[in-house]
């Protein structure tokens, strides 16, 4: 039975396993004072071309979520997010849970854009509303779609104009830099208040590093990452992946093999006479199955089934990893092609 239901059902990758070990018995400092930290922090300050940015190493994405919204937010501000977001749907109501609200909107395509967001303004116009504060986005979105550089310089655009925060949950975010989207880790930095960049979906054990460029955003975070319990006694342990992340190029190419793995998948199952729900460049893809070759096909693979398309038919999504195999991808085809011709 191979899994494609997600991209963190493996461990980590042997590399950043091979370094943990090496690292294991020197004596670090805690809470992210550790000299691996520091080496993380520096490789990514230069990926994002400024020597002094704002930059976090927290174990997950909810947690990184959580304590960067709550933060960025005063207490009668509000949360702007596509209705698919994942703050929206898979997070407990973790950011409702610190009491600011989430305005959710419908995006088709998973992403936002000014004329999905001018009607939520418009509606929240006084002090008897909350008051819309922070847009949020992931890149790529839950359904593997992609903002190009422009639409998010548009988006950021729209948000100055507007005195609205923009911050961007990048937990597949290499996914993204790698897919044909001409963004780079420094555009992302210069485009948005603050973002994220995902390792346990890349090959890290763990972990997510938010990176912080408004300096109104800065002030005792430290203090808020601790007190919303995320500033770990062995802080080494994700600085020492996240030094082997970046120290290289391991973070891209891990990256652009998941992305190639699925578009093999894509490639393929197109050539068999297969839909698609939604077109994603990603590593997540949506293709639409008979009910009758999802219930064959689920004897020797696990995945989600994402949406009804009507009685016959549903999408389902395939997720690919840092580590999945070709033979996998292969054999999931010939799978799919026996099952069509039953």
Known sequence: MYSFKNDYSEGAHPEILQALVESNLSQEEGYGLDCHT?????????QVADENADIHLLSGGTQTNLIAISS???PHEACIC????HIATHETGAIEATGHKLLAVDAPNGKLTRQMIEPVLFEHHFEHMVKPRLVYISNPTEIGTIY???????LQRFCLENELLLYVDGARLGTALVADGGLTMADMYQLTDAFF?????????LGEALVVRNPDLRRDLRYLIKQRGGLLAKGRLLGVQFEELFKDNLYFELSAHANEMAQLMVRELSQAGCRFWIESPTNQIFPIFENKVIDQLSGDFEFYVWARIDEASSAVRLVTSWATPREAVVKFIEAYREAVAN
């Open 38 to 46: 520091e080496r993380a922090i520096a490789l990514l300050r230069n």
């Open 72 to 74: 960025f937010l005063r």
């Open 82 to 85: 596509a209705r698919s977001g």
């Open 148 to 154: 190009s550089k422009k639409e998010l310089a548009e």
């Open 197 to 205: 960049v995902g390792g346990t979906k890349t090959g890290a054990l």
